[in-house]
């Protein structure tokens, strides 16, 4: 028996996802399953994502629209992260993001950033951990 994919226009569930008070971003599952998902974000102009990290299984990027700065580095004691050399992002540039390192993604621009992602659905609830640093 076939049965056809379910498509899905991840701009038109962009526009209707809530804010995700943890990080700050809207973000939206498009597609997956109970383990891994692809989602989209949206990040406002001259914003930033809240710096945090997960334990378990890597994030992989690709910026759609926009531009911005990727920051990382290695959590270093309470709240307080050994940054390193951050890396200036456009539009169809890919990154990867190996657990364990702190992130911030920072839109520098003045239009909205979107990014798409691929990550554990865990990273969306109770494998992501916050660090209350800012941007270095």
């Known amino acids: ?3 056809l ?3 899905t226009n991840f701009i038109e569930h962009l526009r209707t996802a809530p804010v995700d008070p ?6 939206v599952k498009v597609t997956g399953d109970d ?3 692809l989602y989209v974000a949206e990040l406002g102009p001259y914003s930033s994502v809240t710096a945090h990290y997960h334990k378990t299984g890597s994030e992989i990027y690709q910026i759609i629209r926009g531009r911005g700065t990727i920051h990382t580095g290695l959590p270093s004691g309470t709240d307080s992260v050994a940054w390193n050399r951050s890396a200036d992002l456009t539009r169809d540039d890919c990154f990867t993001i190996p657990e364990g390192q702190v992130h911030q993604l920072e839109n520098t621009g003045s239009e909205p950033m979107i990014a798409c992602f691929v990550c554990p659905a865990a ?4 494998d992501r951990f916050i660090v209350r640093r800012v941007i270095p």
Do not use: E, F, Q
């Not at 943890?22 to 973000?27: K, P, Q």
């Not at 990273?123 to 109770?126: F, L, P």
């Open 22 to 27: 943890a990080v700050g971003i809207r973000i």
């Open 5 to 7: 994919p379910v498509v």
């Open 35 to 37: 383990h891994t998902g």
């Open 1 to 3: 028996m076939s049965t």
């Open 123 to 126: 990273h969306i609830g109770h």
